[in-house]
């Protein structure tokens, strides 16, 4: 029943910042782990963060230390803050809601595109 919508990408310089936004509508929301995925051309879809209903987070190496995954249960809110952004994350990104750490559930993804 839950329904994820993303929001929030777009074009920046290297080095710059960006924060990307997911709606979700349904119920079950909070007790759902939350992650965010990104694809870039050609390439596989492969995990950038994840966040337990609890609040507790991953993240993949690469973006280690960059990037900060947060939800708000209140709101039916996930939100990922992407600060030093390199060219390397220009890619779609796409929320998902997992169950048992399998994504069953996606949003329509959004456009992050980093310039050098």
């Known amino acids: 029943q839950v329904q994820l919508v993303e929001s929030g990408g777009g074009l920046v310089q290297a080095g710059g910042s960006l924060k990307l936004s997911c709606a979700a509508s349904g119920s079950g929301f909070r007790f759902n782990t939350m992650g965010w995925y990104r694809q870039a051309p050609g390439k596989q879809r492969d995990l950038v963060a994840i966040?337990?209903?609890?609040?507790?987070?991953k993240y993949t190496d690469s973006v280690k230390g960059r990037f900060t995954i947060s939800r708000d249960n209140a709101q039916n809110m996930v939100y990922l803050q992407m600060n030093g952004l390199k060219p390397e994350d220009t890619a779609v990104y796409y929320c998902t809601l997992l169950r048992t750490g399998v994504p069953e559930l996606w949003g329509q993804g959004t456009q992050v595109t980093v310039s050098s």
């Open positions: 966040i337990s209903p609890g609040g507790s987070t």
